[in-house]
């Protein structure tokens, strides 16, 4: 007697990639967000989270493709459809994705990017993803960004393209945080850049950047030695960190100072718990629950900020990453400027119509 017990039936048709949550959570952000997307437009049961390609794990060479010892389970999904996310457009996806979406078209399967976007939009890959989209043309394309969007309006892809969110933004329809009490606090999360040397009070003449928050002016600026580091390699982010010895405040304007870390694994507690107040986790409800309670959240991690606009706290970033082309879709260009807020009703109308826009093309 075989005791196995095989899918059923009603098994979810739809596969949406995501994953690698420990070293960077923001990608579960935008998965939680996708998914409660993709269950408006499929329906409830549809839909299930598979891991991503390994080849995007930190520290690999994604150039080299997946590990040559793995299975490539991907490619033995029987589904109707794959959905990636986020910036998925970079030079390596031919490599990191040619074979699986091979084997899923081959049996008559179909794929689509959601909430995607480009990584570094330099030509070697906007190239690349040219080349890639022409060979496996997509179901259909939701952006994130309106750079990427005019872009790919530009090559005219055999697929419906909409100028979309960024998927974390949708995260807030998926979870509702549990209030906190007793804790009066801003989220100032540095987990690759360091941490900026603040003042409250009079501006500085020597500050780098000031602006006007929660009643006061403040004045940053940052360590230029750590920030080297930091600018270099992610490695090197990491030395900068052990030998960032600042005592940085517990409070600062009469808040208590949180400090998120997105990068649990690796796991190393010198640099997550290096400062007071830190907090971390594999998984991405604490997050949205801190972000969420905040009165104010200073990051150096695009979806920190991506996900406290979303649930209504002011944000500012802190990172040269052409990533950050997201906040201009939705109005929050001047984010690296100084701390932004996102209209609320603006936001659930632009949500509204992507999932009317997927509705209509699928």
């Known amino acids: 007697m075989n005791s196995h017990a095989h899918p059923s039936s009603t098994a979810p048709t739809v596969a949406l990639v995501s994953g690698f949550w420990g070293q960077n959570i923001g990608n579960a952000f935008f998965n939680m967000g996708g998914r409660w997307i993709l269950d408006q437009v499929y329906g409830e049961g549809a839909v299930a989270f598979i891991q991503d390609q390994p080849g995007y794990r930190t520290f690999h060479d994604a150039s080299k493709g997946n590990p040559a010892n793995d299975i490539e389970f991907l490619k033995y999904l029987d589904v109707e459809r794959m959905v990636l996310q986020g910036p998925v457009l970079s030079q390596h996806i031919g490599r990191l994705w040619g074979p699986t979406l091979s084997a899923l078209t081959a049996r008559g399967g179909r794929y689509a990017l959601l909430g995607a976007a480009f990584f570094k939009f330099t030509d070697v890959e906007l190239n690349a993803a040219r080349q890639f989209l022409t060979e496996f043309?997509?179901?259909?394309?939701?952006?994130?960004?309106?750079?990427?969007?005019?872009?790919?309006?530009?090559?005219?892809?055999?697929?419906?393209?909409?100028?979309?969110?960024?998927?974390?933004?949708?995260?807030?329809?998926?979870?509702?945080?549990?209030?906190?009490?007793?804790?009066?606090?801003?989220?100032?999360?540095?987990?690759?850049?360091?941490?900026?040397?603040?003042?409250?009070?009079?501006?500085?003449?020597?500050?780098?950047?000031?602006?006007?928050?929660?009643?006061?002016?403040?004045?940053?600026?940052?360590?230029?030695?750590?920030?080297?580091?930091?600018?270099?390699?992610?490695?090197?982010?990491?030395?900068?960190?052990?030998?960032?010895?600042r005592s940085l405040p517990e409070t600062l304007n009469g808040r208590v100072v949180v400090r998120p870390e997105h990068r649990f694994n690796p796991h190393m507690t010198y640099k997550i718990y290096q400062h007071s107040n830190a907090i971390a986790s594999d998984e991405p409800w604490t997050y949205f629950t801190t972000y969420a309670n905040s009165q104010l959240t200073l990051a150096d991690r695009v979806h920190a900020c991506v996900i406290s606009l979303a649930y209504g706290t002011p944000a500012m970033l802190f990172t040269p990453s052409p990533r950050s082309a997201l906040f201009d879709r939705v109005g929050c260009g001047d984010i690296r400027k100084h701390p932004v807020t996102l209209d609320p009703d603006f936001l659930e109308a632009e949500r509204a119509a992507e999932v009317d826009w997927l509705r209509a093309h699928v």
């Open 137 to 245: 043309p997509p179901e259909f394309i939701v952006t994130r960004d309106g750079r990427s969007h005019d872009i790919l309006a530009s090559w005219g892809l055999d697929a419906p393209l909409h100028n979309g969110l960024d998927s974390a933004f949708f995260a807030p329809k998926s979870y509702t945080p549990i209030r906190t009490t007793g804790l009066d606090y801003y989220t100032f999360n540095f987990d690759r850049y360091p941490e900026p040397t603040i003042e409250i009070g009079a501006p500085t003449q020597d500050a780098e950047v000031q602006f006007e928050a929660d009643g006061a002016t403040w004045s940053l600026r940052t360590p230029s030695m750590t920030s080297k580091l930091a600018h270099r390699s992610k490695v090197q982010a990491y030395l900068g960190h052990l030998i960032d010895r």
